[in-house]
């Protein structure tokens, strides 16, 4: 297997095609690296993974942007999920609608956003997230199938992440309908800020109104993901918000990323059951654990191959790791060598099996595409 550490050869680094990016190949793997680098970018096996002939639009769900907060301190809503989607040759489209409108005007700004940015003739792939994947539907559907003339774009097919196609009970919540719809509606008339897909979100509306008002068009190919946010959530801090809102969903819907549950995410072709929560299926949060496990394996691989050379350690942290690693070979009675080898191989265990990576799950959604000759 190859190694997950970085390394520079052959000329590297290349200024990649995504602005100040830097590439490095090893083993027939890529790795995108900036100053705020993304740790499970390390650890992607890139040879794996192919582009779709078609344009990958990125949806975002409610209360979702684009990118927000001056340069210095910037917050991407697919956070090094467009990178990760152009190193393997994807052209990607990220698009942004109104934060909190209802459906009906998120769909409509974003057809206009297509319409400005997309070729005319052109054919889409669209990836949506949350309630982006309803605002998808419903332009597919009542917007471009009502548009008498010929549509500027083509849609090839739709993927929902975590997308309450039957609607979610937390928006049906006494709260959310006797407190939180006053303040809604005073907000909208004193700022503007329209946030009434709160309430359009409840599985009554979806079911009984949106649904049936916007069928499939059977020249779209639709795929969809549920989430199971089981040990995501209960890993994250007591406090953590989609804690408290998991746990009313399980007792009333089943299994849930925290926000929607695994059966009202199912829409079309159902592909698979992630395991990870709503807000880790965009990639925004959870990344410190990925950053501690893959700077122990640099370390450690550091250390073996030190060992192997009979060469000096050398930096702080794999210093560290060598005195640890000692330490730990004594304790147990085990060579240094079998027990560094040992070690290496538990945290590459706990990248593959214990980690959710969303830059992996949109490289296996693109290969998907591909692959289905999108």
Same mark, same amino acid.
């Given at each position: 297997?190859?190694? $997950?550490?970085?390394?520079?050869?052959?000329?590297?680094?290349?200024?990649?095609?995504?602005?100040?990016?830097?590439?490095?190949?090893?083993?027939?793997?890529?790795?995108?690296?900036?100053?705020?680098?993304?740790?499970?970018?390390?650890?992607?096996?890139?040879?794996?993974?192919?582009?779709?002939?078609?344009?990958?639009?990125?949806?975002?769900?409610?209360?979702? %942007?684009?990118?927000?907060? &001056?340069? $210095?301190? !910037?917050?991407?809503?697919?956070?090094?999920?467009?990178?990760?989607?152009?190193?393997?040759?994807?052209?990607?489209?990220?698009?942004?609608? &109104?934060r909190a409108a209802d459906v009906?005007?998120?769909?409509?700004?974003?057809?206009?956003?297509?319409?400005?940015?997309?070729?005319?003739?052109?054919?889409? @792939?669209?990836?949506?997230?949350?309630?982006?994947?309803?605002?998808?539907?419903?332009?597919?559907?009542?917007?471009?199938?009502?548009?008498?003339?010929?549509?500027?774009?083509?849609?090839?097919?739709?993927?929902?992440?975590?997308?309450?196609?039957?609607?979610?009970?937390?928006?049906?919540?006494?709260?959310?309908?006797?407190?939180?719809?006053?303040?809604?509606?005073?907000?909208?008339?004193?700022?503007?800020?329209?946030?009434?897909?709160?309430?359009?979100?409840?599985?009554?509306?979806? #079911?009984?109104?949106? @649904?049936?008002?916007? &069928? @499939?068009?059977?020249?779209?190919?639709? %795929?969809?993901?549920?989430?199971?946010?089981?040990?995501?959530?209960?890993?994250? &801090?007591?406090?953590?918000?989609? !804690?408290?809102? $998991?746990?009313?969903?399980?007792?009333?819907?089943?299994? #849930?990323?925290?926000?929607?549950?695994?059966?009202?995410?199912?829409?079309? /072709?159902?592909? =698979?059951?992630?395991?990870?929560?709503?807000?880790?299926?965009? #990639?925004?949060? @959870?990344?410190?654990?990925?950053?501690?496990?893959?700077?122990?394996?640099?370390?450690?691989?550091?250390?073996?191959?030190?060992?192997?050379?009979?060469?000096?350690?050398?930096?702080?942290?794999?210093? =560290?790791?060598?005195?640890?690693?000692?330490?730990?070979?004594?304790?147990?009675?085990?060579?240094?060598?079998?027990?560094?080898?040992?070690?290496?191989?538990?945290?590459?265990?706990?990248? /593959?099996?214990?980690? %959710?990576?969303?830059?992996?799950?949109?490289?296996?959604?693109?290969?998907?595409?591909? #692959?289905?000759?999108?």
């Open positions: 297997m190859a190694s $997950f550490r970085l390394l520079q050869v052959s000329g590297y680094p290349k200024k990649a095609p995504f602005g100040h990016h830097i590439c490095y190949l090893h083993a027939s793997a890529r790795v995108c690296k900036d100053v705020h680098d993304d740790p499970r970018q390390k650890v992607v096996p890139w040879h794996k993974y192919k582009a779709p002939r078609n344009t990958i639009v990125l949806c975002h769900g409610l209360l979702g %942007f684009d990118m927000m907060g &001056p340069t $210095f301190l !910037r917050l991407h809503y697919w956070r090094g999920i467009k990178e990760a989607l152009s190193t393997i040759g994807c052209d990607v489209l990220i698009t942004r609608v &109104p009906s005007v998120r769909a409509r700004v974003l057809k206009e956003v297509l319409e400005a940015k997309v070729p005319e003739g052109n054919t889409v @792939n669209l990836v949506a997230h949350s309630m982006g994947g309803l605002d998808c539907r419903y332009m597919i559907s009542q917007l471009l199938k009502a548009d008498h003339s010929r549509p500027k774009f083509n849609v090839s097919s739709l993927t929902t992440i975590g997308t309450p196609h039957h609607g979610s009970s937390i928006a049906s919540l006494p709260f959310i309908s006797s407190l939180l719809e006053p303040l809604i509606s005073t907000l909208y008339r004193s700022t503007s800020l329209d946030i009434r897909a709160f309430i359009d979100l409840t599985p009554s509306y979806v #079911n009984n109104t949106f @649904n049936p008002a916007t &069928p @499939n068009d059977p020249s779209v190919a639709y %795929f969809s993901y549920g989430a199971d946010g089981t040990e995501s959530i209960y890993q994250k &801090p007591f406090v953590y918000p989609l !804690r408290f809102t $998991f746990e009313y969903l399980m007792a009333v819907e089943g299994i #849930n990323d925290g926000l929607v549950s695994v059966k009202s995410a199912q829409w079309g /072709e159902y592909i =698979k059951t992630l395991k990870a929560d709503h807000i880790d299926l965009i #990639n925004l949060l @959870n990344t410190w654990r990925w950053e501690t496990v893959v700077k122990n394996l640099d370390a450690v691989e550091k250390v073996e191959e030190a060992l192997k050379q009979g060469t000096e350690v050398k930096g702080q942290d794999v210093r =560290k790791a060598h005195t640890q690693l000692q330490k730990k070979a004594k304790e147990i009675g085990k060579d240094l060598v079998e027990h560094t080898q040992a070690k290496k191989e538990e945290l590459k265990d706990q990248i /593959e099996e214990s980690k %959710f990576n969303a830059i992996e799950l949109y490289l296996e959604i693109a290969t998907m595409l591909a #692959n289905k000759g999108f």
